[in-house]
């Protein structure tokens, strides 16, 4: 008799429980669903937006307003997260050995094809520090670039011309050709975060300097490795009446124009550094990991 008034509760019970098993196998998917639309619009508004620059008057002066709001949103839209940026900051900071330094986030070279209809992921963002851009390796967060911003210049009320404050550079004569050599090997070695792990012994050294006058010496000193042939995606393309008419896989474009698309090339990797003769570095360029991509700012 005592089974027989339990049996309800029993089988309640047994139902409360497959509808919470059901609940926790629902729920993954209906997140999933929920994050992948989100990703969808995302993309959808960077193809409309990509559209409107490329074929809208309104956004083909580069320095207007309006141009510049759209290129804000761009850089937004297509930029990894926070998190995964901090590896690019930290990186930056590395390179400065600066560990609280404040690293801004500019851009990145994402962009939509509107042709293949299908984004082309980052390969490099940009940061700032002061008049300082560092090009960051998006995929290995290694530094590539580092370079002064260009300065900038107008003229004032009586006609006279305005620079912008220029970097100023040590030019106290303290080291040698030889010991920036030695300083720029222990500056790469020091420094694995922001350049990965570097054999410097694989690679074949070439030096140069460039005497200003007056004491001004920047000493540079360039790493070369071996030849090699990459893909290129997407392919360059070059449009002109001056393209042989015979060469292979040449097509007309629209507008009836020659046109040819190159999907590999040939490269040869190499790391250069300049450094002051007071020891300063004065910039850097790492194509290691592939070709040096253009600073991209807002």
Not at 9 to 20: E, K, N, R, T
Not at 113 to 137: G, P, Q
Not at 187 to 211: N, P, V, Y
Not at 219 to 246: A, H, I, M
């Amino acid at each position: 008799m005592k089974i027989i008034q339990n049996k309800p509760l029993a089988i309640a019970f047994v139902f409360l429980v497959l509808l919470g098993s059901a609940f926790w196998l629902i729920q993954p998917k209906t997140q999933s669903v929920k994050v992948q639309q989100a990703q969808d619009q995302k993309l959808q508004q960077i193809k409309e937006l990509t559209d409107l620059a490329n074929n809208d008057p309104k956004y083909r002066e580069h320095n207007s307003q309006a141009s510049r709001e759209l290129s804000d949103k761009l850089c937004s839209l297509t930029a990894r997260s926070a998190e995964e940026r901090e590896k690019a900051v930290a990186a930056v900071r590395d390179f400065l050995e600066m560990p609280t330094v404040n690293v801004k986030y500019e851009c990145n070279d994402a962009f939509y094809n509107l042709e293949e209809d299908r984004l082309i992921a980052a390969k490099s963002e940009t940061y700032l520090v002061d008049s300082t851009y560092f090009v960051v390796n998006s995929v290995t967060n290694h530094i590539m670039q580092v370079d002064e911003t260009p300065g900038t210049w107008g003229y004032k009320a009586d006609g006279s011309r305005w620079f912008s404050d220029q970097k100023q550079y040590d030019n106290s004569g303290k080291y040698s050709q030889t010991e920036i050599e030695q300083l720029a090997r222990n500056f790469i070695a020091k420094h694995s975060i922001a350049l990965g792990s570097i054999d410097l012994s694989k690679l074949t050294l070439e030096t140069g300097k460039k005497d200003g006058g007056n004491g001004r010496v920047n000493y540079f000193l360039t790493w070369k490795g071996e030849v090699r042939t990459v893909q290129l995606d997407p392919p360059t393309e070059t449009c002109s009446e001056d393209l042989d008419k015979n060469a292979t896989g040449l097509y007309r474009n629209d507008n009836g124009v020659p046109c040819i698309k190159v999907y590999e090339s040939k490269e040869q990797p190499s790391l250069t550094i300049a450094f002051t003769n007071g020891g300063q570095l004065i910039n850097f360029f790492n194509e290691l990991e592939g070709p040096l991509a253009r600073a991209r700012m807002r």
